[in-house]
């Protein structure tokens, strides 16, 4: 019924950026957060970013001053600009959308795209 669509993703140099895109289709009638996780091998899936529909933004310490999040709510869809990149940053990065309900939250999950930073 939903579909997160991701693109962006792909292989850069120390250093350099960036910029992630996912687009969610479907039947999308309430309040969504979005975010993006991302996973290595062997490793727990961790938040990387969210924003709120009002706009509102959280990020992972590790991102903090190097990542934006941003989301256009017409198009539910939510865009990681990424600079200043680290091989620290190699990852499969999820997009993830939130809808949420008076009395529950349901979640879904994008592919996944393979973003790795090395010289």
């Known amino acids: 019924q939903v579909q997160l669509v991701e693109s962006g993703g792909g292989l850069v140099q120390p250093g350099g950026s960036l910029r992630l895109s996912c687009a969610a289709s479907?039947?999308?009638?309430?309040?969504?957060?979005m975010g993006w996780f991302r996973q290595t091998p062997g490793k727990q899936r961790e938040l990387v970013a969210v924003i709120t529909s009002g706009g509102s933004t959280n990020y992972a310490d590790s991102v903090k001053g190097r990542f934006t999040i941003s989301r256009d709510n017409a198009k539910n869809t939510v865009y990681l600009q990424m600079n200043s990149l680290k091989p620290e940053d190699t990852a499969v990065y999820y997009c993830?959308?939130?809808?949420?309900?008076?009395?529950?939250?349901?979640?879904?999950w994008g592919q996944g795209t393979q973003v790795t930073i090395s010289s």
């Open positions: 479907g039947s999308i009638f309430t309040i969504n957060r």
């Open positions: 993830n959308l939130d809808l949420i309900y008076s009395d529950f939250t349901r979640r879904y």
